[in-house]
Nanobody
Framework: QVQLVESGGGLVQAGGSLRLSCQAS????????MGWFRQAPGKERKFVAA????????AYADSVKGRFTISRDNAKNTVYLQMNSLKPEDTAVYYC??????????????????WGQGTQVTVSS
């Protein structure tokens, strides 16, 4: 059974950077589409970024384009989210997600089968 564990969240000042990591179990991680979503207090969970199984294709929410970068290291079963120029509105719980049946870039929450427990990111003004 695939499990995802996020890390790297924390408190940062506006303009700062954080890198989130998501470690996956499972022998076929390299075939999984991976994504990051976030949920701010009192709001629905929303798409942030996604990456194809090979890492050759990515997608981003408009709100993070140019500031966030998703990447993956299939040898380490890990996907990353580098977050730069952080803003207070980026404050949320960030979730890593995997599709174990599809490998292309996926932006819809319902396309993902497995979810991590989430990691809190707080950006102070």
């Amino acid at each position: 059974q695939v499990q995802l564990v996020e890390s790297g969240g924390g408190l940062v000042q506006a303009g700062g950077s954080l890198r989130l990591s998501c470690q996956a179990s499972g022998r076929t991680f390299s075939s999984y589409a991976m994504g990051w979503f976030r949920q701010a207090p009192g709001k629905e969970r929303k798409f942030v970024a996604a990456i194809r199984w090979s890492g050759s294709g990515t997608a981003y929410a408009d709100s993070v384009k140019g500031r966030f970068t998703i990447s993956r290291d299939n040898a380490k079963n890990t996907v990353y989210l580098q977050m730069n120029s952080l803003k207070p509105e980026d404050t949320a719980v960030y979730y890593c997600a995997a599709s174990v049946t599809r490998g292309q870039v996926l932006t819809r929450e319902r396309s993902y089968d497995v979810w991590g427990q989430g990691t809190q990111v707080t950006v102070s003004s």
